[in-house]
């Protein structure tokens, strides 16, 4: 899944911007700003006044964002008490150990990229715990305790638990249902049945049009899936297959916006418009790609090799 990851981060002159994983979230800067001045203290009175969906676009921009590692890891040392300051060291770690790790399949991984993997895996695991143990409130603990644990291969089970926790606290909480979706991706700990299962289930009973990314999700990762194992009559076949074609046309006909978790709005558009653009439906794939409004996500566009807004627009 991390192909062209880490060339899609890379800058270089003249390049268009690197792929902001914060969506463009207007107080990015401002929260940056407050590490860079170690004000931990309004960091975190601010953070705790957060919705659900800005917590996770800054955990996104902030946490995932390489050049703060090391501003994270100092904030965490000196306030070990502090579950935000866990959170957020929790996430860096996750991030720092899936660039260890290397986009290469699993198989492929050096033994010594897969022992920094692993600690750096393990040291995030600890200070989610901390996080978890110190506020049992904040989702996004949860949420990134999954894919965390997801690379440890912890059971499902387990894994399952914090997701239920994550969704008692905020039902429709998307980047949970991200994590444990991924969490049960062929690929990784489930199969093709469990991924749609969840799915459809969880966008059936959660009752909110935002998680119609998850069926969005599990068509691209059944496609992608195929692709990775070489399957290459089925992945021929996919983009075909009118049956699929029709859920997704039926599935954007009928989308509506709604006012909870508002920022993360744009993972619909872009896993509609990738999935519109591979169905050969161009004029709603550009459609949607307007709705983006250059709100670009790694994925699903990392997996045809577009790498920022300008050749999303050019599609």
């Not at 800005?54 to 008490?81: C, H, M, R, V």
Request: glycine share 6%; charged share 30%; proline share 2%.
């Amino acid at each position: 899944m991390l192909n062209k990851l880490f060339k899609i981060f890379r800058k270089k002159e003249d390049d268009e911007p690197a792929i902001d994983l914060s969506l463009g979230y207007t107080r990015l800067n401002e929260f940056k700003e407050y590490l860079l001045q170690a004000n931990y203290v309004l960091f975190e009175k601010e953070y705790e006044k957060l919705d659900w969906d800005a917590k996770t676009l800054l955990n996104e921009g902030i946490g995932l964002d390489k050049s703060f590692a090391d501003i994270i890891e100092k904030w965490a040392k000196q306030n070990p008490g502090s579950y935000i300051a866990r959170l957020f060291a929790g996430v860096s770690c996750t991030g720092l150990a899936w660039i260890a790790r290397s986009a290469a399949a699993g198989k492929d991984v050096s033994a010594s990229r897969a022992e920094s993997f692993l600690e750096l895996l393990e040291t995030a695991a600890a200070h989610l715990k901390a996080a978890d143990e110190l506020n049992a409130e904040d989702a996004e603990i949860c949420a990134r305790t999954i894919r965390v644990y997801m690379g440890l291969g912890v059971e499902k089970e387990t894994v399952s638990g914090f997701f239920e926790a994550a969704t008692d606290i905020e039902p429709n909480h998307l980047m949970a249902h991200l994590m444990m979706i991924n969490y049960l991706t062929p690929k990784w700990r489930g199969s093709i049945e469990e991924m749609y299962e969840f799915a459809n289930r969880r966008y059936e009973e959660a009752g909110s049009s935002l998680l119609v990314v998850l069926i969005l999700f599990a068509i691209t990762e059944e496609w992608k899936y195929y692709d990775m194992m070489d399957e290459k009559e089925k992945v021929l076949a996919f983009f075909k297959n009118g049956e699929s074609k029709s859920v997704v046309m039926d599935l954007y006909a009928g989308y509506t916006e709604e006012d909870e978790g508002k920022l993360l709005i744009p993972y619909a558009y872009n896993y509609f418009a990738f999935l519109l653009y591979m169905f050969n439906e161009k004029d709603m794939a550009r459609q949607a790609i307007n709705k983006i409004n250059g709100k670009i996500t790694v994925y699903p566009w990392a997996y045809i090799g577009i790498e920022n807004n300008k050749e999303l627009l050019s599609l």
